[in-house]
């Protein structure tokens, strides 16, 4: 009676057929309505008690039984790419890899059409395939911090450093004072007691630098050590500090939001056309993505190029910003003619999806099958085998510095010398003035008798 009946595969159909005493369920479904009627045994209804297989829906569905089905491609790396070579067509990416494992497990086979028109993707209304980031030229020039050499230590350790530098510079003077009238007549006692001397030596010892003058006593020599051991470590932290300050090449951006890109106001922005990232800044519900859509994507066709590289060939020629999945910006990175730059900032984290037709039966139990194989870590473990060949020069990567990436540091360098040769052209201006006035010699006048 059922023979000729199709039962689609994502239906539950149970019929109940009595033997006897006892009632037994079979489920029955079609993979297609050219397929043969599948049976399951269900359960039996035996002595008013009911034994039934509690598997879900699709637990004991993993055979198609050969069925060949039609699906779409685009080149659209790390996810797939397919090329013709002899007439034999050749699959890669980490979506070809996903389904041939799912061929396997459900016992289907696929026959795949290219897309000619390269679509990025279907504007959903519930996210994307993979997340997605804005993405400008990199600036030629870098940022310069004048604040690096303050950076190292907080306010308070600096506070605390000078602090400790006239705390120690009074207790060396009144060390020295107290030898001075209660010693036994060292060295101490032939130096004039100075509290500036002492204010400098001390700055001097945290400087790493030493004295022209040798204290003799051990409270004093004490005090230094102590002096000299704390700048060590001080001196240690803050160039370790400092260095990795410098090192760090800090990018002049326009902007790192889309709100400070609104702001701006002379950049266009675009994502790919007939993608599904228009959906994320058209219908969203944060009104900085409306704007950026309405002010900076909508007016312009042109800000909705047909590729991923065609869009950042765009970034490289104009004032630009274009979103796009940073997996497929990878993909193509040694292709742009240019250095690009992301903004972590306006990341969004979107989801990987697989679209069928409406109305597939297949869905579910395919569905199904990827949360097996997403608990069971093959997912992940296809990830990282195919994005492994990946150019991943769009992130961050070492650089060597170059002469104006230490302008602070010989600024500093520069302007010190100059001080120093300054103050020290004072100084022998003000010493000579001082020994002319101190040895200049008397006029005597001399009268003839």
Same mark, same amino acid.
């Not at 659209?76 to 979506?95: A, H, L, Q, V, W």
């Not at 696929?110 to 279907?122: N, Q, R, V």
């Given at each position: 009676?059922?023979?000729?009946?199709?039962?689609?595969?994502?239906?539950?159909?149970?019929?109940?057929?009595?033997?006897?005493?006892?009632?037994?369920?079979?489920?029955?479904?079609?993979?297609?309505?050219?397929?043969?009627?599948?049976?399951?045994?269900?359960?039996?209804?035996?002595?008013?008690?009911?034994?039934?297989?509690?598997?879900?829906?699709?637990?004991?569905?993993?055979?198609?039984?050969?069925?060949?089905?039609?699906?779409?491609?685009?080149?659209?790396?790390?996810?797939?790419?397919?090329?013709?070579?002899?007439?034999?067509?050749?699959?890669?990416?980490?979506?070809?890899?996903?389904?041939?494992?799912?061929?396997?497990?459900?016992?289907?086979?696929?026959?795949?059409?290219?897309?000619?028109?390269? %679509?990025?993707?279907?504007?959903?209304?519930?996210?994307?395939?993979?997340?997605?980031?804005?993405?400008?030229?990199?600036?030629?020039?870098?940022?310069?911090?004048?604040?690096?050499?303050?950076?190292? $230590?907080?306010?308070?350790?600096?506070?605390?450093?000078?602090?400790?530098?006239?705390?120690?510079?009074?207790?060396?003077?009144?060390?020295?004072?107290?030898?001075?009238?209660?010693?036994?007549?060292?060295?101490?006692?032939?130096?004039?007691?100075?509290?500036?001397?002492?204010? $400098?030596?001390?700055?001097?010892? %945290?400087?790493?630098?030493?004295?022209?003058?040798?204290?003799?006593?051990?409270?004093?020599?004490?005090? %230094?050590?102590?002096?000299?051991?704390?700048?060590?470590?001080?001196?240690?932290?803050?160039?370790?500090?400092?260095?990795?300050?410098?090192?760090?090449?800090?990018?002049?951006?326009?902007?790192?939001?889309?709100?400070?890109?609104?702001?701006?106001?002379?950049?266009?922005?675009?994502?790919?056309?007939?993608?599904?990232?228009?959906?994320?800044?058209?219908?969203?519900?944060?009104?900085?993505?409306?704007?950026?859509?309405?002010?900076?994507?909508?007016?312009?066709?042109?800000? $909705?190029?047909?590729?991923?590289?065609?869009?950042?060939?765009?970034?490289?020629?104009?004032?630009?910003?274009?979103?796009?999945?940073?997996?497929?910006?990878?993909?193509?990175?040694?292709?742009?003619?240019?250095?690009?730059?992301?903004?972590?900032?306006?990341?969004?984290?979107?989801?990987?999806?697989?679209?069928?037709?409406?109305?597939?039966?297949?869905?579910?139990?395919?569905?199904?099958?990827?949360?097996?194989?997403?608990?069971?870590?093959?997912?992940?473990?296809?990830?990282?085998?195919?994005?492994?060949?990946?150019?991943?020069?769009?992130?961050?990567?070492?650089?060597?510095?170059?002469?104006?990436?230490?302008?602070?540091?010989?600024?500093?360098?520069?302007?010190?010398?100059?001080?120093?040769?300054?103050?020290?052209?004072?100084?022998?201006?003000?010493?000579?003035?001082?020994?002319?006035?101190?040895?200049?010699?008397?006029?005597?006048?001399?009268?003839?008798?």
């Amino acid at each position: 009676m059922l023979e000729e009946v199709h039962i689609p595969i994502n239906s539950r159909f149970v019929v109940a057929k009595r033997r006897g005493d006892s009632v037994y369920l079979t489920e029955m479904y079609r993979v297609t309505a050219d397929h043969y009627l599948t049976k399951l045994q269900l359960g039996v209804w035996r002595n008013g008690t009911l034994a039934v297989n509690k598997n879900t829906i699709y637990q004991g569905r993993s055979d198609l039984q050969g069925l060949t089905m039609t699906a779409i491609t685009i080149n659209s790396m790390p996810y797939s790419r397919m090329t013709e070579i002899n007439d034999t067509f050749i699959t890669k990416g980490s979506m070809f890899s996903l389904w041939a494992i799912m061929e396997r497990r459900l016992n289907f086979t696929t026959e795949y059409l290219h897309s000619d028109d390269e %679509f990025a993707g279907i504007e959903m209304d519930n996210g994307s395939w993979s997340g997605c980031i804005a993405f400008i030229k990199r600036p030629g020039v870098l940022e310069i911090n004048w604040g690096n050499f303050w950076s190292p $230590f907080d306010l308070s350790l600096w506070m605390t450093i000078s602090i400790t530098i006239f705390s120690v510079s009074v207790i060396v003077e009144a060390c020295h004072r107290l030898i001075k009238q209660f010693g036994d007549g060292c060295y101490e006692n032939h130096q004039q007691p100075f509290f500036i001397d002492s204010l $400098f030596y001390t700055f001097g010892a %945290f400087c790493s630098q030493g004295q022209d003058m040798t204290y003799r006593s051990v409270s004093v020599r004490t005090a %230094f050590l102590v002096a000299h051991f704390t700048a060590v470590v001080l001196m240690a932290a803050y160039s370790a500090g400092l260095i990795s300050s410098l090192t760090i090449a800090t990018l002049n951006l326009p902007f790192t939001t889309y709100k400070e890109m609104l702001h701006d106001g002379t950049y266009k922005a675009g994502v790919a056309a007939k993608s599904s990232g228009i959906g994320l800044f058209k219908v969203s519900k944060d009104h900085v993505m409306r704007e950026v859509y309405t002010k900076l994507m909508e007016p312009d066709p042109k800000n $909705f190029p047909t590729t991923t590289l065609e869009g950042l060939r765009r970034v490289c020629s104009m004032k630009y910003v274009f979103v796009a999945q940073t997996t497929r910006v990878q993909a193509v990175a040694d292709q742009i003619p240019c250095r690009i730059v992301d903004l972590p900032a306006t990341s969004v984290h979107v989801n990987l999806a697989i679209p069928f037709s409406k109305g597939n039966p297949y869905r579910g139990i395919i569905n199904y099958h990827l949360q097996v194989m997403k608990a069971g870590g093959i997912l992940q473990k296809l990830k990282p085998d195919e994005l492994s060949d990946l150019n991943l020069g769009v992130k961050s990567e070492l650089e060597s510095l170059n002469l104006g990436d230490t302008a602070p540091l010989l600024s500093v360098l520069c302007a010190s010398m100059i001080v120093g040769f300054s103050l020290l052209l004072l100084e022998h201006k003000a010493r000579r003035l001082l020994t002319i006035r101190l040895y200049k010699p008397e006029h005597t006048d001399f009268q003839l008798a």
